[in-house]
């Protein structure tokens, strides 16, 4: 059976802010929608849902970030998650130049976790917080890779 990555859903406390942040970033905003009705309910489990979405895709096309705000039931406020929790914590971007990435972050008031790491002389990377308590993890390969000769 196929299958495909079609979404990651992230609840956030304010979706006009992370759409801001994720754009500034480089991602596209496909489309907002409030959604309601018995479907919602269904679909997500919650009697009387109510929420404000949006649909964000990155640039190449292939990942797309659905965000919540929740209008009813009331969003649950929770700590952020530590990247040792179990269950999702993060999502990951390749960039270009980590460190445009990280002063556009900035400019939304998130900065690294601790700071910037190199691994193996493969990728400069970092988690950052970002709007909600998201962890978004940035990396930069720093070796691309060489194109096929023929």
């Not at 269950?87 to 900065?111: N, P, Q, W, Y």
Request: charge should be negative; aromatic fraction near 6%.
């Amino acid at each position: 059976m196929p299958i495909k990555l079609e979404n990651v859903g992230i609840a956030v406390t304010d979706l006009d802010a992370t759409i801001a942040f994720f754009t500034d970033l480089g991602l596209t905003l496909l489309g907002r929608d409030e959604v309601s009705g018995e479907w919602a309910d269904t679909a997500v489990g919650l009697d009387g849902n109510h929420a404000k979405i949006a649909l964000l895709q990155t640039p190449d096309g292939n990942g797309r970030i659905e965000l919540f705000e929740y209008i009813n039931p009331d969003a649950i406020e929770t700590s952020p998650t530590l990247p040792n929790e179990i269950g999702m914590h993060r999502v990951a971007f390749s960039v270009d130049d980590i460190d445009e990435s990280l002063a556009i972050a900035a400019k939304h008031g998130c900065t690294p976790l601790r700071g910037v790491a190199t691994y193996a002389d493969i990728y400069k990377l970092t988690y950052v917080r970002g709007p909600s308590g998201i962890i978004v993890m940035l990396a930069q390969e720093l070796q691309k890779s060489a194109a096929p000769t023929e």
